[in-house]
């Protein structure tokens, strides 16, 4: 006779979190969550008497989510890539964890729920901005750009730079130049971020068969071109206070973050490390994040 004591008590299945774990990877959550901020940054900064929080969430989990459905389609595109480079040698794609067909799949699912719910509860013109980022990203920028030009990440990052304009869409229903100067400062921050990592992991890609720039170029031309790229970021990140779009509380801030990211860009030129290129890369997530932060801060406070 089993008694009660006897029974083993319920645990959740190892297996079922790990699982869950691995499709969550295959989302990117790091580099989604600035692909939500930059998106909330364009609804807040977009011309509206008050946000409803309704379609403030409907639009923050649609991009997210189509953004999820992106990342999930490169990790299933690039799981040869993946499986010769130490930063993604993880992911369940790469391990053959996750199959092709289920990645595909989960990629599919996550794009359809967050297409249907822009479509559905923010408007077309979302849905459509959205869409055409997830085709420039997982189909040109992640098919035809990346293993044929070291400019891949100049031409792709367009649709890396388009969160701001899609939640500025979903608040206004339209795309002013005032998204689109959001947009450029995302468009060419882009190579000096990415190129920073492209640098110390410039073996890896070459391993791995990916026309990165310092692949192709040699380090020296790429430390040339990150330092030429921030001092044209510096110059972009002014157009907000010369068009009036903020004040000088966003005028004082950029000044700092750019005088830091130039002199990160200028050490890199000059007296390059992996350390430093290593620190040049993490500052760049913080410079881009603390940016809108403060343009946010001018636009509310000024």
């Known amino acids: ?42 609804m807040l900064l977009a011309p509206v008497d008050s946000l409803p929080l309704w379609k403030t969430f409907a639009a923050t989990l649609g991009i997210g989510l189509v953004a999820a459905a992106a990342a999930a389609f490169n990790c299933l595109v690039e799981q040869h890539i993946d499986q010769r480079m130490a930063r993604t040698c993880g992911r369940a794609t790469a391990r053959g964890i996750i199959s092709n067909r289920a990645a595909l799949l989960w990629s599919l699912a996550l794009g359809t729920v967050g297409m249907v719910i822009l479509l559905l509860w923010v408007n077309v013109l979302t849905a459509a901005l959205t869409l055409a980022t997830f085709v420039g990203y997982a189909v040109i920028y992640t098919l035809l750009l990346k293993p044929r030009t070291p400019q891949n990440i100049v031409i792709g990052g367009l649709s890396g730079a388009m969160p701001p304009a899609l939640g500025w869409a979903a608040m206004s229903n339209s795309v002013p130049a005032e998204a689109w100067i959001l947009v450029l400062i995302i468009f060419v921050w882009t190579p000096p971020h990415f190129w920073a990592l492209a640098l110390y992991r410039t073996e890896e890609y070459a391993a791995a068969g990916v026309p990165m720039l310092p692949v192709t170029h040699g380090a020296e031309f790429t430390r040339l071109h990150i330092f030429l790229y921030t001092i044209l970021l510096s110059a972009v990140t002014m157009l907000p206070f010369i068009i009036r779009m903020s004040g000088w509380i966003y005028l004082v801030s950029a000044l700092v973050l750019d005088a830091i990211f130039l002199m990160y860009a200028w050490k890199i030129w000059r007296n390059y490390s992996d350390l430093l290129a290593k620190k040049t890369f993490r500052y760049s997530i913080i410079y881009l994040s603390a940016l809108f932060a403060v343009l946010l801060l001018d636009h509310y406070l000024a």
């Open 1 to 42: 006779m089993t008694t009660a004591s006897s029974i083993p008590a319920a645990t959740p299945a190892p297996g079922l979190r790990l699982m869950i774990s691995d499709y969550l990877t295959l989302t990117k959550p790091r580099v989604i969550s600035l692909i939500v901020f930059c998106a909330f940054i364009g």
